[in-house]
């Protein structure tokens, strides 16, 4: 990956958590972080990775986010001073989940 792009991803990312925190209303109590952001060669498109807690909103706040995704686009681009501006897409996290369940593993073992 080239540095440009690592740059990219990295204000993308900063840009984005803003704007969810400010621009998106989410359920009361749910924590919803984006934790990468992986853009394309070509800067055309981005997967935003999104984890959500508690588990169990993790639907409603993806139905909530792409509802709103034109919305987001919209404000992300008006906000970046760069062209082309990718296409932004959200995914789930699951290597944050994987993760947890291997910290959980390794507890468990410690404990024996």
């Given at each position: 990956m080239t540095n440009r792009i690592e740059k990219v991803?990295?204000?993308?990312?900063?840009?984005?958590?803003?704007?969810l925190?400010?621009?998106?209303d989410f359920p009361q109590g749910v924590l919803v972080t984006i934790t990468?952001?992986?853009s394309s060669p070509?800067?055309?498109?981005?997967?935003?990775?999104v984890s959500v807690m508690p588990d169990e909103q993790i639907d409603k706040v993806f139905e909530?986010?792409?509802r709103r995704i034109y919305d987001i686009?919209?404000?992300?681009?008006?906000?970046?001073?760069?062209?082309?501006?990718?296409?932004?897409e959200f995914k789930k996290?699951?290597?944050t989940k994987k993760?947890?369940?291997?910290?959980?593993?390794?507890?468990?073992?410690?404990?024996?």
């Open positions: 991803n990295a204000l993308i990312q900063k840009e984005l958590s803003k704007i925190l400010r621009e998106v990468r952001c992986d070509n800067l055309s498109e981005a997967k935003i990775y909530i986010l792409n686009q919209q404000v992300l681009n008006r906000r970046l001073r760069m062209r082309p501006i990718p296409r932004i996290e699951e290597k993760a947890a369940q291997v910290e959980e593993l390794l507890e468990e073992l410690k404990e024996r």
